[in-house]
Antibody, heavy 121, light 107 residues
Framework: EVQLVQSGAEVKKPGESLKISCKGS????????IGWVRQMPGKGLEWMGI????????RYSPSFEGQVTISADKSISTAYLQWSSLKASDTAMYYC??????????????WGKGTTVTVSS | DIQMTQSPSSLSASVGDRVTITCRAS??????LNWYQQKPGKAPKLLIY???SLQSGVPSRFSGSGSGTDFTLTISSLQPEDFATYYC?????????FGPGTKVDIK
């Protein structure tokens, strides 16, 4: 079964660092891009960026570039999203999803269950 | 960035109703348009990709149409499990932006 398993909920203070993970299984992890999507409380979905674990090629949304770092360790089939200094405004649910890009199509077909990040003093 | 808009932002409907949700892109995106369903507390689920292709396992009452800048998601006969929020997403160019969502609830 193809699945993405995300790390557990986090509660952090402003200024702290954090790295959350997304582990793929049931498919060739290095052959598909992994994307990250933010959902702030009560709000819609925001595309943050994607990484190709095969060569770590990474693309960011301008809204998130410089605010987070997306990385991957292909040896353990895991993608990461990290912050060096959290803000209260980073409080959100974060989803990872597998990107399926083919001829005339490009979509996110498998999603993790999400990681809740709460930043509060 | 390509901006996506959806209408309506919310709607109330009854079981058995035909429901149509519209999505518009700020520039042409060919058929690089996807639809997702999200229920409260759950991850989004892919329904339609490439504007009109039904994802495996998704009921045939869901259909998508459109190309260029204007797209439509139709639920032919609304079922109780379809009450959710629906998002369109363009995948023509990064960032792959989502629409603001359409919440479908029970009348």
């Amino acid at each position: 079964e193809v699945q993405l398993v995300q790390s557990g909920a986090e509660v952090k203070k402003p200024g702290e660092s954090l790295k959350i993970s997304c582990k793929g299984s049931g498919y060739s992890f290095t052959s598909y891009w992994i994307g990250w999507v933010r959902q702030m409380p009560g709000k819609g979905l925001e595309w943050m960026g994607i990484i190709y674990p095969g060569d770590s090629d990474t693309r960011y949304s301008p809204s998130f570039e410089g605010q987070v770092t997306i990385s991957a360790d292909k040896s353990i089939s895991t993608a990461y999203l990290q912050w060096s200094s959290l803000k209260a405004s980073d409080t959100a649910m974060y989803y990872c999803a597998r990107r399926q890009d083919g001829y005339n199509s490009d979509y996110m077909d498998v999603w993790g269950k999400g990681t809740t990040v709460t930043v509060s003093s | 960035d390509i901006q996506m808009t959806q209408s309506p932002s919310s709607l109330s409907a009854s079981v058995g109703d035909r429901v149509t949700i519209t999505c518009r892109a700020s520039q042409t995106i060919s058929s690089y348009l996807n639809w997702y369903q999200q229920k409260p507390g759950k991850a989004p689920k892919l329904l339609i990709y490439a504007a009109s292709s039904l994802q495996s396992g998704v009921p045939s009452r869901f259909s998508g149409s459109g190309s260029g800048t204007d797209f439509t998601l139709t639920i032919s006969s609304l079922q109780p499990e379809d009450f959710a929020t629906y998002y369109c997403q363009q995948s023509y160019g990064t960032p792959f932006t989502f629409g603001p969502g359409t919440k479908v609830d029970i009348k």
